[in-house]
Each structure stands twice: as C-alpha cells, then as structure tokens.
C-alpha cells in the first residue's frame, strides 16, 4: 500500500517542480520583458525616452551640432557675415535652450509625427522638426547679442534628418518589434500565476512550495540590475564611437528606466511568498497519527 502511494506521488512531485519552474523562468521573462519595452510601447513612451535623451548632455550636443549646421547653411545664404564668436555664442544658447524646462510640451507634438512617420515607413530617414524651439532660441540669443537673431534659420530650416543607414540595426530591431510585444508582458504575468497557482494546488508542502517561489522571486531581483549595469554599454557596442555611441547607450539608459521599479515589485513579491510561506509553515496544525486498533 505504501509502494503504492509512493508512486502515485512521485509523478506528483516531479509534476509540482515543473509548474514551480515554470512559474519563476516566466516571471523572470516577464520582469525582462516588462523593464526593456514599457516605456518604447506605453503611451506617450516614445516622444518621453526621445525627449529624455534629446536632454542630456550627449544629445544636446548632437542636436545643437546639427542645428548650428543649418545655421551655417542659412548665413551664407543670406550672406549674413558669422564670426566664430557669434556663432559659439549661438551654439550655447541653442543648448540651453534645448535642456529646458518647457522643452517636453514644445517638442511632444514633433515627436508624435516623427513615430508617425517611422511607423509609416521604417525604412525612410527619420526626420525631427525643432521649429518649436525657434522662439526660445530667439529669446535666449537676444539676451546674448540681439545681431544674431539674424542668423538663426526660419522655423521652416530647423529640421534634423537622421537617414537610416546612420541608425544602428539594433535601435532599428527594438523599434520595429516594439508593437508586438506591447501586451507580451500582461499575458507572461498571467502565465505566472497559471503556473504558480498549479504549483501551490499540487504541492503536499504548500507552505514550502511558497517559500521557494519568494526564494526564486528574491533571485529574479538581479535581472531588472543587470539590465541597468549591462545593456546600455552592450548597446552602444553596436554604433561607431563617439557621439552614435554615446547617444545609443543614453537611449538604452532612457528605456531601462524602470529596472528600479521591477527590482523592486521582485524583492516586494519574493518577501511576501517567502513571509507568507514561513507564517503557512508555523500555523500549520501537525498531522495526528494513525490511530491503530488494538494497540
């Protein structure tokens, strides 16, 4: 009878260890998956991550390097003569003009169209409109030398085109691939509680059951940390050096902005299975044994 018994709840156990398995390699996927494309799939999250990286330091200097270009072009067509003093004195208003405050709102509507676009036709030049920005340039030029204003370029001219074979493959995949695993990380999560749920009704020791899964939860926490620590510098790995670089792993920092979040909510979930495991484990009223006649 106890042979028996015995192989009946082998299957079982092997059974329960799977769906356990499976439950914490699908909630690392989900964390993986939720910390690298929420913020390129949820609303708004392209024009947030483009503006971010337009911001910081590196993509300041790649805007402000492409706008003093057009201004440039502008001059000597309208044979405006621009010292290198005027011009350098441009160049540090237009960048802070770009790190703004009120650079978010000026510029969203521009982003939009340029998502737009690329979704349109992903293969084409990447073009982004700065003609929102012409009247805070304006103003920050006038406080410098009111004679510059005339070499700044007409809302019209201040565009920046990226074309794309200066796109980096991986940006282009990410960017592609972003539609379709907008709700990925919805149907992984609720592949997790399938599999842990089946977990918890198979298993005898349910409270063990439950502190291996807050155990396996605690050791997801690293994933959103390597993440942060690795990816953006592995990105960058794909563009030449210097300001694709730099902009490239910038952009990736940007999209990783929620690995503190998912480290987190995986060291809140694993405490909580592992304290509801340990607190299952001491109130569990012990097994009576076998009452025997006879004896």
Not at 209 to 216: N, T, Y
Request: aromatic share 4%.
């Amino acid at each position: 009878m106890r042979r028996s018994r015995n192989r009946r709840s082998a299957p079982r156990r092997a059974g329960t260890a799977i769906a356990a398995a499976v439950a914490i390699a699908v909630w690392c996927a989900t964390v993986l998956v939720w910390t690298s494309v929420a913020r390129v799939t949820s609303s708004g999250g392209f024009t947030d991550v483009t503006i971010e990286v337009i911001q910081t330091p590196e993509g300041s200097q790649a805007v402000t390097d492409a706008l003093l270009a057009s201004v440039d072009t502008y001059a000597a067509a309208q044979g405006y003569d621009l010292t290198a003093t005027g011009r350098e004195q441009i160049a540090t208003q237009v960048a802070a003009a770009i790190t703004g405050a009120d650079v978010p709102d000026l510029m969203a509507p521009a982003m939009e169209q340029t998502r737009a676009a690329y979704e349109a036709d992903p293969d084409g030049s990447i073009t982004i409109d700065f003609s929102a920005l012409r009247p805070v340039a304006v103003e920050w030029v006038q406080q410098v030398d009111p004679s510059l204003v005339a070499a700044i370029p007409s809302a019209l001219d201040l565009t920046v085109t990226v074309e794309k074979q200066d796109v980096p493959a991986a940006a282009s995949t990410v960017a592609g691939t972003a539609a379709a695993v907008r709700w990925l990380p919805l149907w992984l999560l609720l592949g997790t509680l399938a599999a842990g749920g089946l977990a918890l009704w198979a298993s005898v020791d349910r409270p063990r059951m439950l502190r291996m899964m807050g155990i396996g939860s605690l050791v997801v926490a690293i994933v959103p940390l390597v993440l942060r620590l690795v990816v953006p510098p592995a990105a960058a790995s794909f563009a030449e050096g210097g300001t694709a670089s730099d902009l490239l792993e910038v952009t990736a920092t940007a999209i990783l902005a929620h690995w503190w979040i998912a480290l987190i909510v995986c060291l809140v979930v694993g405490t909580a299975l592992l304290g509801g495991g340990i607190r299952a484990g001491r109130t569990r009223t012990p097994r009576r044994a076998p009452v025997v006649l006879g004896r």
